[in-house]
């Protein structure tokens, strides 16, 4: 059974349709990514599920629960959580107390909030990171402390907006890594990932945008022979390199 459906969603900027008629569930320890070019329409995929923008038409829900309407703090607290792109710390606050405002979503004391942010900080491991302000960690650990806050909210379903955006190699791997264990404690995850060896190690299955309208829809091994998908955006090289 889905946890995320989204159904025929559409968004219009003036004339540009940036996502068109766009449909998937997300369910339960699998990994759906969604590849396509820079400008296909995937991070206003996510703003269209999170509550940011309104879709033109189209709709979502969270189990059973049409979402249309419902805020983003209202959807965050029903589990459904996400990463941003651009990763925008509280530079002043500590790494701990970063991660203690979104534990603080559920958490019924700040001690109960401090304990979770302890426990998914040693999950990521930062513990080492806890004091540090926000403001002066690379951009690696950036990363990783966006995943720590949203993670600190409990989500059942998690998305992920290129979380490995400027990550080195080791880092990537750590990534992979910690989203396969996310996997395995059932958290359904929709991926925005430009890094493709890792959407091919992790994904169960692909979406592919191209101007905001999906061109294929499979399992890595399905969409990396499409010869749509090739040419669209993966490439020759691509191709060439898994022959
Ligand atoms: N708030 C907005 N207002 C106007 N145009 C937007 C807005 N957000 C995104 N766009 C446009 O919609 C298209 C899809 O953007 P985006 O979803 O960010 O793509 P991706 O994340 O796949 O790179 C782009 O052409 C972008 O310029
Ligand atoms: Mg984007």
Redesign the pocket.
């Known amino acids: 059974m889905a946890v995320l459906t989204a159904t025929d969603l559409t968004k219009r ?2 004339g ?1 349709t ?2 068109k008629d766009v449909s998937f569930t997300a369910r339960p320890g699998e990994i759906l990514s969604i590849i ?10 996510f ?1 269209l599920l999170t509550g940011f ?1 309104r879709p033109d038409r189209g709709s979502v829900s969270l189990d059973d629960m049409d979402l249309g309407g419902v805020s983003p703090e209202s959807r965050c607290r029903a589990g459904l959580a996400r990463t941003f ?1 651009i990763v925008q710390p509280f530079r002043g606050l500590s790494v701990l107390d970063n991660v203690v405002m979104g534990a603080m979503l559920r958490a019924r004391s700040i001690e109960m909030a401090r304990e979770i942010a302890r426990k998914v900080l040693s999950d990521l491991d930062m513990s080492a990171l806890c004091d540090v302000s926000a403001g002066q960690l690379p951009i690696g650990d950036r990363k990783r402390l966006e995943m720590a806050k949203v993670l600190a909210t409990s989500p059942r379903a998690l998305l992920l ?1 290129e979380v490995m955006g400027g990550l080195i190699p080791i880092e990537v791997k750590k990534m992979i890594g910690f989203i396969q264990r996310l996997r395995e404690r059932g958290i359904a995850l929709v991926v ?1 990932e430009h890094h493709m060896s890792a959407v091919m190690q992790l994904s169960d299955r692909i979406l592919v ?1 191209q101007n ?1 309208e999906p061109i294929a829809t499979g399992t890595p091994a399905e969409v990396t022979r499409d010869p749509v998908v090739l040419s669209a955006y993966l490439g020759a090289n691509f191709a060439a390199s898994r022959s």
């Open positions: 900027f003036g540009l940036a996502v396509g070019p820079n400008g296909a329409g995937k991070t206003t995929v703003n923008l792109q907006d925005i945008l905001g």
